[in-house]
């Protein structure tokens, strides 16, 4: 299985620096360019499974990036964005102690009223990504997903501590792809796209 692992188009509250967590906010005019444009760079892989994050965001993503509609998506509840909780809604540059240790500490995050904890995030990722492994052999399948859930997923396949969660670069609409071919998640093309914003969402 060859998973393509993609972050989605740019919304308002991303422009904003705005934890948007579960908001589910549409993408913005530039969010649907990025997924057009991701498009030109997929078009000649035909995807054989598509899962989506439940919010709009996802779901927009992949239908411009495919050409297809969300019916004939797997609407996938794990893939989620993280939820903030009562900080949802929040300026990044807002967060205060202990919570913006999200960022530069993220193994001293706690979970927000109402929200998650960065391990009970990577504890739901790893169970979809679990789940799929040795399933879809030879097969490409498109995941499209947000900022902090993927990162969830890189860092635990490339057996990293927490400390390096947010090693990678994630922009909008930005690709990650992997392999279990080997019987084991490997990363065979990390993302390099920077936001144009530098969020994380």
């Given at each position: 299985?060859?998973?393509?692992i993609?972050r989605h188009?740019?919304t ?7 934890l ?5 906010n ?7 360019k990025?997924a057009?444009?991701?498009?030109e760079?997929?078009?000649d892989?035909v995807?054989?499974?598509i899962?989506?994050s439940p919010?709009?965001r996802a779901?927009e993503?992949?239908e411009?990036v ?12 794990r ?5 903030f909780?009562?900080?949802?809604g929040?300026?990044?540059d ?6 913006n240790?999200f960022?530069?500490?993220p193994?001293?995050?706690?979970a927000?009223?109402g929200g ?7 504890r ?6 679990e789940e ?7 097969k490409?399948i498109?995941?499209?997903s947000?900022?902090a859930a993927i ?7 490339k057996?990293q501590?927490?400390?390096q969660?947010w ?5 909008n ?10 019987g ?6 990390e ?11």
């Amino acid at each position: 299985m060859y998973l393509y692992i993609m972050r989605h188009g740019e919304t308002e509250d991303n422009t904003k620096r705005i934890l948007q967590g579960q908001k589910n906010n549409p993408l913005n005019n530039q969010g649907k360019k990025q997924a057009l444009e991701a498009r030109e760079q997929l078009k000649d892989i035909v995807f054989d499974k598509i899962y989506v994050s439940p919010l709009i965001r996802a779901i927009e993503t992949a239908e411009l990036v495919t050409g297809r509609k969300k019916e004939e998506f797997i609407v996938e509840n794990r893939i989620i964005e993280i939820g903030f909780g009562a900080l949802e809604g929040t300026p990044s540059d807002k967060m205060e102690p202990p919570y913006n240790n999200f960022f530069k500490a993220p193994t001293c995050y706690p979970a927000p009223e109402g929200g998650e904890s960065l391990e009970e995030l990577s504890r739901r990722t790893w169970s979809f990504l679990e789940e799929i492994k040795g399933k879809f052999n030879g097969k490409k399948i498109l995941v499209v997903s947000h900022g902090a859930a993927i990162h969830s997923m890189v860092y635990q396949i490339k057996k990293q501590s927490m400390e390096q969660f947010w090693d990678m670069k994630l922009g909008n609409c930005g690709i990650v792809e992997i392999s279990d071919e080997s019987g084991e998640y490997e990363i065979i093309k990390e993302c390099q796209k920077r936001d144009t914003h530098y969020t994380r969402f």
